[in-house]
């Protein structure tokens, strides 16, 4: 059973036409991340949050944002896609029970929306 | 210096042979580790975690030299289900729970 859930699976749209990718997830997990990855690329972190708190990557464009309205689900929106857009993002949680410490996190992905940009 | 530095491979290896890849990384700190399994236009998926001097499941045994800040995984006895990106992943800092994956190393054993 899928625990970490992203819709749409593909999502194709028009260049500057923007575009609203989601993530559930059943772990009660604290924390969840938006990572965008390109073909033959580690998975590259855009920002997280922390409880309800937001976390921005430095390099992270601003044609990027996230919303986070409970604990459950996690959304990633494009502004205006632009053609360097088009990769996989993926969403991923993870539980940190131990604030400041070394906490032993795994975190665990969904499957990934493929953007494609026209 | 790279945080976490992959072979780049591609590793094609045959059926039933052993394979080794390497992985450094760049924070001293660092306490925790993962090697994460990838297939092609798939998720990562969570292989192992290397939290002592290594782990052991199965086919695949991973270790860890704090000393070199170096982690390595094998895998013997290779299948073809074996085929996929493994991506060696390290935490971003001292107490974080955020990551930093590694390229990762791509692997195809052939029949």
């Known amino acids: 059973d899928a625990m970490v859930i992203q819709n749409p699976r593909y999502q194709v749209t028009q260049f500057g036409k923007p575009v609203t990718l989601s993530c559930s997830q059943t772990l009660n997990h604290n924390v969840m991340y938006w990572y965008q990855q390109k073909s033959s690329q580690a998975p590259k972190l855009l920002f997280h949050y922390y409880d309800k708190d937001f976390n921005n990557e430095a390099d992270t464009p601003d044609n990027f944002q996230s919303r986070r309205p409970n604990t459950s689900f996690c959304f990633l929106d494009i502004r205006s896609p632009g053609l360097g857009d088009a990769a996989m993002y993926l969403c991923?949680?993870?539980?940190?029970?131990?604030?400041?410490?070394?906490?032993?996190?795994?975190?665990?992905f969904g499957a990934g929306t493929r953007l494609s940009v026209l | 210096r790279k945080e976490v530095e992959q072979d780049p491979g591609p590793f094609n290896v045959p059926e039933g042979a052993t394979v080794a890849f390497n992985c450094t990384y760049s924070n001293s700190a660092s306490q925790s580790f993962f090697w994460y399994r990838q297939d092609c236009r798939k998720e990562p998926k969570l292989l192992m975690s290397?939290?002592?001097s290594g782990n052991e499941d199965g086919r695949f045994t991973a270790q860890l030299n704090r000393a070199s800040q170096y982690i390595s995984l094998l895998i013997r006895d290779s299948k073809l289900s074996d085929s996929a990106t493994y991506l060696c992943?390290?935490?971003?800092?001292?107490?974080?729970?955020?990551?930093?994956f590694g390229k990762g190393t791509k692997l195809s054993v052939i029949p």
């Open positions: 991923a949680t993870s539980r940190d029970p131990y604030p400041g410490g070394q906490a032993k996190n795994i975190q665990y």
């Open positions: 290397v939290y002592s």
């Open positions: 992943v390290a935490p971003s800092g001292a107490g974080s729970y955020q990551l930093t």
